[in-house]
């Protein structure tokens, strides 16, 4: 069984300033797939970011990267220019890859993200 | 609009009571699954479906039962047996294969009184 552990309760950054999330994972696969999903207050679950474990190039979307260590099984986000926006709860999570059929994501509890002014 | 339809938004469960939360997809995802979250918790996985008429239990499966019964569709009924229920639920579809990934609905709150 996978287990996906974020040790960071609650995170407070200012705007403009730059913050990482940290998550750290247990599996015995070698092939699977690594996320971050953001929940606002409005509570929707919401795709951040997404990397393959076989690519050893850290994914990046717009302000927000990963440094996936895969050695270590760490899989932390950092977010630049934080905006106000970008508060909200943090859940890494880690799907096992499957071929052909469906697959389920495992998550941590979770990092509230507060940005301030 | 393609996305994820859960319905509906609130719902309050009396002691005893089944209740039956809704859950539409029109993004032609083959997979379909339900999460519950608790306060200050992260997503556990209830059921989860591959494919049309059937599905598999996922991590707290007891006192929840599912069906599918059409490719867009995948009702939980939350059932008296479920003693603690009051939670929010989240549902979910993908496609299968290398690129699948997991998109969720808005949610839905079950409380009950």
Not at chain 1, 6 to 32: G, H, K, R
């Given at each position: 069984?996978?287990?996906?552990?974020?040790?960071?309760?609650?995170?407070?950054?200012?705007?403009?300033?730059?913050?990482?999330?940290?998550?750290?994972?247990?599996?015995?696969?070698?092939?699977?797939?690594?996320?971050?999903?953001?929940?606002?207050?409005?509570?929707?679950?919401?795709?951040?970011?997404?990397?393959?474990?076989?690519?050893?190039q850290?994914?990046?979307?717009?302000?927000?990267?990963?440094?996936?260590?895969?050695?270590?099984k760490?899989?932390?986000?950092?977010?630049?220019?934080?905006?106000?926006?970008?508060?909200?709860?943090?859940?890494?999570?880690?799907?096992?890859?499957?071929?052909?059929?469906?697959?389920?994501?495992?998550?941590?509890?979770?990092?509230?993200?507060?940005?301030?002014? | 609009?393609?996305?994820?339809?859960?319905?509906?938004?609130?719902?309050?469960?009396?002691?005893?009571?089944?209740?039956?939360?809704?859950?539409?997809?029109?993004?032609?995802?083959?997979?379909?699954?339900?999460?519950?979250?608790?306060?200050?918790?992260?997503?556990?996985?209830?059921?989860?479906?591959?494919?049309?008429?059937?599905?598999?239990k996922?991590?707290?499966?007891?006192g929840?039962?599912?069906s599918r019964?059409?490719?867009?569709?995948?009702?939980?009924?939350?059932?008296?047996?479920?003693?603690?229920?009051?939670?929010?639920?989240?549902?979910?579809?993908?496609?299968?294969g290398?690129?699948?990934?997991?998109?969720f609905?808005?949610?839905?709150?079950?409380?009950?009184?």
């Amino acid at each position: 069984a996978q287990t996906v552990t974020q040790s960071q309760p609650e995170m407070s950054v200012q705007e403009a300033e730059t913050v990482t999330l940290s998550c750290t994972y247990d599996t015995s696969e070698s092939n699977y797939y690594l996320f971050w999903y953001k929940q606002p207050p409005s509570r929707q679950m919401i795709l951040v970011i997404r990397q393959e474990a076989y690519k050893q190039q850290n994914a990046t979307e717009n302000r927000f990267s990963v440094n996936f260590q895969k050695a270590a099984k760490s899989f932390s986000l950092k977010i630049s220019d934080s905006q106000l926006g970008d508060t909200a709860m943090y859940f890494c999570a880690f799907m096992k890859h499957n071929t052909g059929t469906a697959s389920k994501l495992t998550f941590g509890t979770g990092t509230r993200l507060q940005v301030t002014l | 609009d393609g996305g994820i339809t859960q319905s509906p938004k609130y719902l309050f469960r009396k002691e005893g009571q089944n209740v039956t939360l809704s859950c539409e997809q029109n993004l032609n995802h083959d997979a379909m699954y339900w999460y519950r979250q608790d306060p200050g918790q992260g997503l556990r996985l209830i059921y989860y479906s591959q494919i049309v008429n059937d599905f598999q239990k996922g991590d707290i499966a007891e006192g929840y039962s599912v069906s599918r019964e059409k490719k867009e569709s995948f009702p939980l009924t939350v059932t008296s047996a479920q003693k603690n229920p009051t939670a929010f639920y989240l549902c979910a579809s993908s496609s299968w294969g290398s690129r699948s990934t997991i998109y969720f609905g808005e949610g839905s709150w079950l409380t009950v009184v």
